[in-house]
């Protein structure tokens, strides 16, 4: 080999170990960006915990839990508003999951490719991203003043089904992505034993797409039940005294109860509105523990 031939070689060689370099370095950059933005959220969150742990611990008694709401901070309780929530989480529940689930699994396994799925399904993303108080006007037309006498108008069944429609949409998208991930194989195996399009799917595409349903439908309840905007235009009460008997009884909710004692210029309640955010921020870890136990044991069960 000539020596232009063995410098050419090296040249090469230099400039593939400059550009190695370079993308390791990137990766690097990109790498400690990465954790960064990773420590920052988790410091931001863990004030905020914090703060609101040390301004609500100290108000959370017995009575806190069984009084009603007051005037006076310290006869001030959340009973009604707890009751009302969970009311409406067993409302949004029964509701939107058998739906969510069900349009979900018509539109993936059984709907034909035509105009109408398509615009369906361009209408169900759409739905995901608007905003909750258009839901809120929304139930309030429909639920509260065309359906009233089967509601009873501001009812914790009008709530619930205005938060109902207000998570559809994510369970649905979430459902059919959890569909797509079953492998075909596995629907071409039951079609070949003699299986029809419903046992399929009733029996082998479900269980296996369950834990990714469950993933989605835990994803929509936390959302739910952290709303206010769709309860206040529906008419929820701020301030009531009872708590609901039935479907068609007045309600209030949490949000909207840590909202108004926000709200008030004293301290004290400030103090109980951070003791109502960790009530309901156990409600939540306790309805989210729940959900993952069910989605663990389809994982096991696959």
Do not use: C
């Not at 993303?125 to 639920?143: E, M, R, T």
């Not at 629907?187 to 834990?211: D, E, I």
């Amino acid at each position: 080999m000539t020596a232009q031939g063995i410098k050419g070689k090296d040249v090469a060689s230099g400039n593939f170990d400059q550009n190695l370099s370079g993308r390791y370095n990137l990766d690097k950059l990109f790498a400690t960006a990465a954790w960064a933005a990773t420590i920052v959220s988790v410091l931001i969150l863990a004030w905020l915990l914090f703060t609101i742990l040390i301004d609500g611990l100290g108000t959370i008694n017995p009575n806190f839990f069984t009084a009603f709401p007051s005037r006076k901070p310290e006869n001030a309780g959340i009973k009604p508003a707890l009751f009302g929530t969970l009311w409406l989480m067993m409302v949004v529940a029964a509701t939107s999951f058998p739906i969510g689930v069900g349009a979900a699994i018509y539109l993936e396994e059984f709907a034909t490719d035509n105009w109408f799925t398509r615009m369906v399904e361009i209408n169900i993303g759409n739905l995901a991203g608007v905003p909750s108080i258009i839901y809120g006007l929304l139930g309030l037309a429909v639920f509260k003043r065309i359906m009233e006498p089967i509601t009873g108008g501001n009812s914790v069944l009008s709530g619930g089904l205005t938060l109902s429609l207000l998570i559809l949409p994510v369970i649905i998208v979430a459902t059919r992505e959890a569909l797509r991930a079953v492998p075909n194989s596995m629907r071409l195996a039951g079609f070949a034993l003699g299986a029809n399009k419903w046992q399929v799917v009733w029996s082998h595409v479900l269980p296996s797409a369950m834990p990714g349903v469950l993933t989605g439908v835990i994803l929509a309840l936390s959302r739910a039940i952290g709303e206010t905007a769709p309860l206040i235009a529906i008419g929820a009460v701020a301030f009531i005294r009872s708590t609901p008997s039935s479907l068609q009884s007045p309600f209030t909710a949490m949000p909207i109860q840590i909202y108004n004692w926000v709200g008030r210029p004293q301290a004290e309640f400030h103090s109980i509105a951070a003791s109502g955010i960790i009530v309901l921020m156990v409600m939540l870890l306790l309805m989210n523990a729940v959900a993952i136990y069910f989605r663990n044991r389809f994982q096991q069960t696959r």
